[in-house]
């Protein structure tokens, strides 16, 4: 075949690739030696910002199909018959380390998904587990600092983790998670993913519902135990994403089946907690599975960098019909997503291919770092204007809705709302078999053995004060793998 000239990034051909130009066979080198200039420069500008969360991770493209009709809860066209199909993208991550740490590491999975829908890019971007630590994005920040590293020594601290838990218990439920099985998943193909927080859909009678979106895994759930997570991190700090990668290479193309939960606004008024609450789930048994539909990965990306670590994803991604929830979670990321965006990959990251919808994107922003004018070249950058033919369509006017309230304040996030031990106490004892108590218990008191300094009675007291309120055998058995001595005070602060 004919082969293709190297060239410099202007598309200049040029020979000296290896040898720098000097005064001599061992004299300085010239600055006027550009080509050297060239690829050092761009070298040294190679990598942007990892993520501050989820920096660690894989992707993959894939097809969804729905598989089943939920056009009576929505009219997003995805949605809209049985049979739709769009191309999507899946990013799956952990949540605390950095771009070099294991994939094993005990700690949440991101779930982020892009679905390029002829309405436009509709990205769900949740977690492995179905709630979250904390309910209010105002401490998302603390949260983070805690699972990162101590500013002093620049190392993880296990200490640093549980006086946080401990002094915000409406992180149990998470904890719990995260301490099981569930906490080292066997990769990312064998774990199911949640959108996590509470979703609303919208019909085409301007009927609303709330909704919470479920992927379950059809290879199975499979786990790591905590020895093989922590054997697995030395032998191989990337199995889940070669384990991915691998699949699809074999034509084992990872499946998971949508479903969503549906709550009335009826409903939700009467809940037993406030449904918007992240840190809890609505019950099966309450509020059913429908299914919805098939998500299948089969095409692993022909180049990591430009395609997973350049991909954006936000929960502001929404398309009409799907939109958003009083969640005050979900509140703050409809902000905080986007705008680390624009700082990590920049203000035209949705230009790149992989964050591109690839229908129709017509607006006015212009210009600013990367711009690629392809799309828009000299037509007016303003509205409105007598020059183009971009209309606003009343089709997708906002849905109107009366808030319950117009009393603004800094609501107390735990005012009348401060259950956080029911829903962990029937994770223990309800969802959870012997052998999971077992390695939970296990996994926890590991844990918590690293809490030392001068505090590390009264962070261990604290912590054992929320497991007896969830579950008086969880406190006991906790309580005896750290040797503390349980008195008649810590049992009745646990009532």
């Not at 598309?11 to 010239?30: C, I, K, M, N, W």
């Not at 199909?85 to 740490?101: D, I, L, N, P």
């Not at 048994?285 to 180049?303: A, H, Q, S, Y």
């Not at 604290?462 to 579950?471: G, S, V």
Request: proline letters at 5%; aromatic letters at 12%; charged letters at 25%.
């Amino acid at each position: 075949m004919d082969s293709k000239k190297l060239t410099t990034g202007s598309g200049a051909p040029y020979f000296e690739h290896q040898d720098s130009q000097t005064v001599g066979a061992r004299g300085p080198v010239l600055l006027q030696d550009f080509i050297l200039q060239e690829n050092l420069a761009h070298f040294v500008r190679e990598r942007i910002p990892e993520r501050i969360v989820h920096a660690k991770g894989t992707g993959a493209y894939g097809t969804f199909t729905v598989t089943h009709d939920i056009s009576q809860y929505t009219k997003a066209k995805i949605f809209s018959k049985v049979g739709n199909s769009c191309r999507m993208f899946a990013r799956f991550s952990t949540v605390g380390g950095e771009k070099g740490s294991a994939d094993t590491a005990r700690d949440p999975r991101g779930f982020a998904l892009k679905f390029y829908t002829e309405d436009g890019n509709w990205d769900l971007v949740g977690n492995n587990t179905p709630v979250f630590f904390i309910k209010d994005a105002k401490k998302f920040p603390d949260f983070i600092h805690t699972q990162k590293r101590v500013p002093k020594t620049n190392l993880k601290s296990a200490t640093m983790m549980w006086d946080f838990w401990s002094l915000n218990p409406e992180s149990l439920h998470q904890v719990l998670i995260l301490m099981s099985d569930r906490g080292t998943p066997y990769g990312y193909r064998h774990m199911h993913g949640f959108g996590s927080h509470t979703f609303s859909m919208i019909n085409d009678k301007n009927e609303r519902v709330w909704v919470k979106f479920h992927f379950k895994t059809k290879q199975g759930i499979k786990n790591f135990s905590n020895d093989d997570a922590v054997k697995m991190a030395g032998e191989n700090p990337d199995f889940a994403q070669e384990d991915l990668c691998n699949a699809i290479d074999n034509n084992d193309f990872p499946k998971w089946t949508m479903y969503i939960q549906v709550m009335t606004e009826e409903q939700a008024k009467e809940f037993r907690w406030n449904p918007f609450d992240i840190t809890k789930v609505w019950f099966q048994g309450n509020f059913p599975l429908i299914e919805v539909g098939e998500m299948e990965l089969n095409e692993v990306p022909v180049n990591y960098f430009a395609h997973v670590e350049q991909s954006t994803f936000s929960p502001s991604n929404l398309v009409n019909g799907i939109s958003f929830s009083p969640d005050k979670m979900l509140q703050g990321r409809l902000f905080s997503y986007p705008d680390a965006h624009r700082y990590r990959v920049g203000v035209n990251a949705h230009q790149l291919e992989v964050n591109r919808c690839p229908f129709a994107v017509n607006n006015y922003q212009r210009d600013g770092f990367m711009a690629d004018s392809s799309e828009y070249q000299d037509k007016p950058n303003y509205h409105p204007n007598s020059f183009d033919d971009i209309v606003p369509d009343s089709a997708y006017k906002n849905y109107e809705y009366e808030l319950d309230s117009n009393h603004v304040a800094n609501f107390n996030r735990n005012e009348n709302d401060d259950d956080h031990y029911t829903q962990p106490g029937l994770l223990y004892t309800k969802a959870m078999n012997q052998e999971d108590r077992d390695h939970l218990v296990n996994n926890i008191i590991g844990s918590m053995s690293g809490i030392d300094g001068p505090k590390k009675d009264e962070i261990i007291n604290r912590q054992l004060c929320h497991f007896f309120r969830a579950n008086i055998e969880l406190g006991m058995k906790v309580a005896s793998g750290l040797s503390v001595n349980i008195d008649a005070n810590m049992m009745n602060h646990s009532k």
